[in-house]
């Protein structure tokens, strides 16, 4: 899971993600009505295997650990991450990112990415429902990365066509860090 989608789901997170494998276990089972034969049919692997997670024996290896994952972000309020979509399409959302930058402008301005820390940016709902929509369409993170950073373009370089109209395009060359709240 790349940075902009980890950001979608905690933006309304409302608890943390089990982070033991026996936690997510249990958490899974519930949803498989307590069989551990079906819940080992849907990971793939033997109901002995699920057995031993739940006692918290033994890891995963890393293609089971990962739909572990898959399963229990999938299945993980699902209430919660859909009245956060809802609210973040109809108002927005604020975004706080740590990232290099680069842009290509007008003749006599450098285009060199450089590292910005930009806070408190308020990017509309359009936004939000691309990066949902993109995300859903199981966009990579490279292609979720453009259209925030054409976004960051119009909502931070441009300033809504306020300055910077020779800014033409806007990359963002890598994130640090970044955080969405609603």
């Known amino acids: 899971m790349g940075e902009i ?5 905690r933006a309304g997170r409302t608890r943390p993600i089990p982070q033991s494998t026996a936690a997510r ?17 849907e990971l793939g692997v033997s109901q002995r295997t699920v057995q031993r997670w739940l006692k918290g024996q033994g890891t995963p290896k890393p293609a089971a ?18 009245r956060t979509r809802k ?47 993109l995300r859903d369409a199981g966009a990579t993170e490279a292609e979720q990365e453009e259209l925030l950073a054409d976004a960051l ?3 931070y370089f441009k300033d809504n066509g306020h300055r910077a109209r020779g800014v033409s395009k806007v990359e963002l060359n890598s994130v640090n860090w970044m955080d969405i709240e609603l």
């Open 65 to 82: 650990a990962k739909k572990v994952e898959q399963q229990v972000r999938s299945k993980w309020q699902p209430r919660v991450k859909d």
């Open 87 to 133: 609210a973040a399409e109809k108002n927005g959302f604020t975004l706080h990112i740590s990232g290099a930058f680069g842009f290509t402008s007008s003749a006599g301005s450098t285009d060199d990415p450089r590292d910005r820390v930009l806070e408190n940016l308020k990017m509309p709902g359009s936004v939000a429902q691309a990066l949902y929509e």
């Open 25 to 41: 276990m249990r958490f899974l089972l519930k949803g498989a009505k307590g069989s551990t034969r079906q819940l080992a049919q």
């Open 5 to 9: 989608d980890e950001g979608l789901e």
């Open 153 to 155: 373009r119009e909502h």
